[in-house]
């Protein structure tokens, strides 16, 4: 016998949950979206060089707002990504996530489809310790892997020279790409400065 109005019922229920409270889950991923969207270029921008990372600041007013908000961006430079290994991006930017009013620094590492989702990003820094990093998402032929700039991963950043990215393909072999920290401590300090 098919399941007609009982399933409905549950699935509705289901999705009720996931959405709620409004905005639940679409807000925090919007502020995926967001924070992995390419800068390109903004005509009065704040360019910052620290060594080997990249902070840019702009201001920007929304339609429906008076007031300027300042955006920022942090990321290594020169962009060591450019499509190397699938690997697109990683961009920083502070948000406030709607179970906290808190500012955050999420990170957004962007890779294109077609690699082996369930084994995730291996993130590690001058060797040591792996720190595995779970994909959020896929759309438009990009893949984003959100992660937390706190604790330990923060601490092996600042205090690391080089960090290398492992993601896994199909054909069970894996795609690094590597790029330098120098600069990091002080670059994300001003970021965060700037942000507040």
């Known amino acids: 016998m098919p399941c007609r109005q009982p399933c409905f019922v549950i699935l509705f229920l289901a999705l009720l949950l996931i959405l709620w409270p409004a905005g639940g889950v679409l807000r ?3 502020l995926l979206i967001e924070a992995a969207q390419p800068q390109g270029s903004m005509p009065d ?3 910052r060089v620290f060594k080997d990372w990249r902070v840019v600041c702009a201001d920007r007013r929304p339609q429906d707002d008076a007031h300027a908000i300042r955006a920022c961006t942090i990321r290594p430079y ?8 699938g690997v697109i991006s990683l ?8 179970t906290s009013r808190e500012p955050l620094t999420l990170f957004v590492l962007k890779t294109r489809q077609g690699f082996l989702i369930p084994n995730g990003v291996e993130l590690r820094i001058d060797q040591k310790k792996t720190h595995l ?20 991963l923060r601490e092996a950043f600042e205090k690391g020279g080089q960090a290398q990215i492992s993601v896994s393909t199909k ?5 690094h790409v590597t790029f330098s920290l120098l600069g ?10 700037s942000t507040r």
């Open 133 to 152: 990093l779970a994909y959020h998402s896929c759309d438009r032929g990009a893949c984003t892997v959100p992660f937390a700039m706190t604790g330990a």
């Open 45 to 47: 921008a704040d360019v």
């Open 171 to 175: 054909q069970a072999s894996k795609t």
């Open 78 to 85: 020169p962009d060591p990504f450019t499509e190397r290994g």
């Open 28 to 30: 925090a991923g919007s």
């Open 91 to 98: 961009v920083g930017r502070v948000v406030t996530t709607p």
């Open 184 to 193: 990091f401590s002080a670059a994300i300090k001003a970021f965060e400065d």
